[in-house]
């Protein structure tokens, strides 16, 4: 798959860098910096926002932001607090939310959370139908779940429309990650959809850096802020890698 010229089936995962400014006009100013330093992939992490509640000012910020990532990746996120987030919103607020920002074709991919919906695959088809590419996730904060359900969950994504199938889980032992990272490895192999996964938290920090071992298209590094438990400076991720 390639988007905007940019490879994201290249063996190596491309580094995605999480917005987490608290106003609009703030994230727009770190995507400047982020994009002037050839960051590929930039998430707006729109839960954060304070006028998240202002729908208009949300639209006029995607544009906004659009234009200036018009040769980086753009995934638009609404994360709840269930898998880490701060929003608050109902689940029929956010399926109205990600179809007004489908509408507006100002992102490359929406991150939608799988198991917040009743009947997510009626939503991922109507944000399919709207040409919207579709990040499936789900994000454990309190485990790394025994292989079967790991293996469950993510064929359960899998079987939808979505176009990216991403998990991250938390470890409480070394084992955990580096079983996570077997079955991830395994799953790429036997999917024909791009994944993303990571074992987050301190323990898990090797696994950002190893999506050529478990077949993870793309890693998150932070700016700043981190976005999640374990998350490393984006350049420091990107040496790494390199």
Request: hydrophobic share 35%; glycine share 4%.
């Amino acid at each position: 798959m390639r988007i905007k010229n940019i490879d994201l089936e290249n063996f190596k995962p491309l580094v995605c860098v999480p917005i987490v400014d608290s106003r609009i006009e703030d994230g727009i100013e770190t995507a400047k910096s982020l994009v002037s330093d050839n960051v590929e992939v930039i998430e707006w992490r729109l839960d954060f926002l304070r006028e998240l509640s202002d729908i208009d000012a949300l639209l006029e910020g995607l544009n906004k932001m659009s234009k200036i990532c018009k040769d980086t990746i753009l995934v638009g996120t609404i994360r709840s607090i269930e898998e880490g987030g701060k929003s608050e919103l109902k689940e029929n607020d956010v399926t109205n939310y990600l179809y007004k920002i489908a509408e507006t074709r100002t992102c490359d991919f929406i991150d939608m959370e799988y198991y917040t919906y009743d009947r997510p695959e009626n939503v991922i088809s109507k944000l399919k139908e709207m040409g919207q590419k579709v990040i499936c996730s789900h994000h454990d904060f309190d485990e790394t779940p025994d292989d079967e359900v790991i293996f469950t969950l993510l064929e359960e994504m899998e079987s939808s429309e979505c176009d990216i199938v991403k998990m991250a889980v938390m470890p409480r032992t070394t084992t955990d990650v580096t079983r996570f990272m077997d079955i991830c490895n395994s799953f790429s192999l036997e999917t024909d959809k791009l994944t993303i996964t990571m074992s987050m938290g301190n323990l898990g920090k090797a696994s950002r850096f190893a999506g050529n071992v478990t077949g993870s298209c793309i890693t998150f590094g932070s700016f700043n802020e981190s976005s999640a438990p374990g998350q490393i400076d984006y350049k420091r991720l990107k040496e790494i890698i390199n």
